[in-house]
């Protein structure tokens, strides 16, 4: 008789997570973002180090100047060493983007999993609720908050405003991928055998839904960073005095700067384009590592 | 002994549960299963065979507690499992297990199988953490797969194998009866008979119990010693195997018996199929759920609904008996 517990595959490891990133090793623009996305972080880490100047530091005789060998990429309208600036802004940045997809992911997986778990008036009631705060005009909505929580200047409240109104497509997703997991036979198996409602959620559920709101959620790290930019842009992000792309972007809004000094502008303006480009390509890079299904995709 | 009783059980789905639809009182019903009563003794096996949709699985899942019965008592040794308390279920949830049809979607992909088979294991207690290794590597032994895959995960492994390694988790916890829904229905033929033959060894060396859900008769004439004919959420013909092989009674019986195809050498002319569709499980029809479809239906069966009634050593629920 044909014996079907023949060894067929040679003993290679194959966690799903090593399947996952055998697949990403292969996508090379997700590869360059990671890359991109690293160089990114180790900069914010190592600010001080790579720092010139105090980045706050204003130097009195030195205004807008152009690049020189002393202030590789010049000064602000202020005499702040503009290199300096954007290092120490990547911190801003980052930190923004990573505590946002925190708060994304906390708010936004429980509220899915609780209304896709329990259904009904559960679900009903943090549905609408997500459907509320997902009809709130984003940035207009984030001015005001900002604004009356005399937050002008408070990192911490820009960011806690950002990740109180982004978590809403996580929720959906997360809700989604729920509903068609619970039903599941592995899942009915494990009610079967008498798993409680935690363990369901935290060992059948989650790790399986995970997949789509991962990336759901590298992506909305850039947009978090652009929230951040655009807020401080305006003036109601981080304080003046802290260094952050948004801030130094807002010195583009004179015809002046626009025209004749591009030192000021667009260093930050590339800043903030290569992270949010790099985030998405991981992002791409991940929904095709996990979930090869999908096309466009050669088997590995 | 009876092990197992399920008496006028009645399992009704709501179709359109929104809010605005219950506003409207349009909330319409799936009525999967419309009044069943059944017993199955200690060591049997009794098979639930129907078309799809009639039914069968929603049995097996509601007497395992998977769903609440709409309406209608299940007992497990005499005792009604809806006037248990909370910590009688989850102990009986060692008692009765279940076997999935579909071994692509019944084991969590992000699992181990040693996780897989261990999870019951602890939350139950069934051994103590020194025992757990050999205990799993026995099981697996038993239902015949390699002990070297312990930390292989089910993507690695063909449907037949993901099938045993299924089966060894419903054994994990010492059950003594099992609801095998479509066990083998979803695998290769080839693979089938070892499935098939795994079950009945299994059986035979743990004393198990089967409620065993089927379409296929040759694969129930294998495994059952009784057999019941579904159609709509109800039971029409229950018995023998030996029995019900050998005469089917019902025309709907009858009409499934006919339909299995023959290796003769006039292929075309032995078997039939029925003709039209089984009624909408939302709207009942009145009388016989079968008049649609029965060739010697008449008036009564339009009317009035039969009731199973003792016919030669079984029940059979026909007008024309």
Not at chain 1, 77 to 84: E, F, I
Not at chain 1, 175 to 185: E, P, T, V, Y
Not at chain 2, 288 to 308: M, T
Request: charged share 20%.
């Amino acid at each position: 008789m044909y014996d079907e517990n023949v060894e067929t595959t040679k003993e290679i490891k194959s966690s799903p997570g090593t399947l996952v990133w055998r697949r990403f090793r292969h996508n090379r623009m997700a590869l360059i973002g990671l890359g991109m996305l690293s160089i990114i972080v180790l900069i914010s880490i190592l600010a001080p180090l790579l720092a010139t100047h105090d980045p706050n530091k204003i130097y009195m005789d030195k205004f807008r100047q152009p690049p020189n060998d002393e202030h590789i990429l010049g000064t602000d309208s202020l005499g702040r060493d503009v290199w300096s600036r954007l290092v120490y802004g990547s911190r801003v940045s980052m930190t923004v983007g990573i505590t946002a997809v925190a708060m994304y992911l906390l708010i936004g997986v429980t509220i899915g999993t609780l209304a896709a778990y329990f259904g009904g008036v559960v679900d009903m009631v943090l549905m609408r609720l997500t459907d509320i705060v997902m009809s709130f005009p984003f940035l207009l909505f984030a001015l005001v908050i900002v604004a009356t929580l005399e937050g002008e200047g408070n990192i911490w409240v820009v960011m806690g405003v950002i990740g109180l109104l982004g978590w809403t497509t996580n929720a959906r997703l997360i809700r989604g991928q729920i509903l068609s997991l619970r039903d599941k036979d592995y899942v009915q198996s494990a009610r079967a055998l008498g798993a409680s409602h935690f363990r369901i959620i935290f060992k059948h559920l989650l790790p399986n839904a995970m997949a789509p709101v991962l990336v759901a959620s590298t992506l909305s790290m850039a947009f978090a960073i652009m929230t951040e930019a655009a807020l401080s842009f305006l003036g109601m992000g981080v304080p003046p005095t802290m260094a952050s792309w948004g801030s130094m972007l807002s010195e583009a809004n004179s015809r002046l700067v626009m025209d004749r000094m591009p030192w000021l502008w667009v260093p930050p303006g590339i800043a903030v384009l290569v992270s949010v480009l790099s985030i998405n390509f991981v992002g791409d890079g991940l929904r095709d590592a996990l979930d090869p299904k999908q096309k466009n995709n050669k088997e590995v | 002994m009876k092990l197992l009783e399920v008496n006028n059980l009645k399992k009704h789905f709501s179709v359109n549960d929104s809010f605005l639809a219950n506003l409207l009182n349009k909330n319409s019903q799936v009525h999967a299963v419309n009044g069943v009563s059944f017993s199955i003794n200690k060591g049997e096996t009794l098979s639930l065979v129907g078309e799809s949709g009639c039914g069968k699985s929603t049995i097996g899942r509601t007497i395992l507690g998977l769903y609440e019965p709409t309406e209608g008592e299940i007992s497990y040794c005499g005792k009604k499992i809806s006037q248990m308390s909370k910590k009688e279920k989850f102990g009986l949830k060692e008692k009765m297990q279940m076997i999935f049809q579909d071994p692509f979607s019944s084991l969590n992909p992000r699992q181990k199988v040693k996780d897989i088979i261990q999870e019951p294991i602890r939350s139950h207690n069934i051994v103590s953490r020194e025992e757990e290794k050999d205990y799993i590597l026995n099981l697996l032994d038993k239902v015949g797969v390699d002990g070297s895959y312990l930390n292989r995960y089910p993507h690695q492994f063909s449907g037949g194998q993901r099938q045993r390694i299924g089966i060894a988790r419903s054994l994990s916890m010492e059950p003594d009866f099992i609801v095998a829904d479509e066990p083998i229905s979803a695998l290769d033929v080839s693979i089938q008979a070892q499935i098939l033959n795994l079950l009945m060894d299994l059986q035979d060396e743990f004393d198990l119990t089967f409620l065993f859900i089927a379409h296929d008769l040759s694969v129930v004439k294998h495994i059952s010693d009784r057999v019941a004919i579904m159609y709509l959420g109800k039971i029409f013909e229950i018995g023998d195997k030996k029995d019900i092989f050998a005469e089917p009674l019902h025309p709907y019986t009858k009409a499934l018996f006919n339909s299995i195809p023959e290796l003769t050498t006039t292929t075309k002319e032995n078997f039939s199929v029925l003709s039209g569709n089984v009624p909408d499980p939302i709207q009942l029809p009145q009388g016989c759920y079968f008049h649609s479809r029965c060739k010697y239906a008449e008036k009564i069966c339009l009317k009035k609904e039969p009731e199973l009634k003792e016919v030669n050593g079984r029940k059979v629920a026909c007008h024309q008996l």
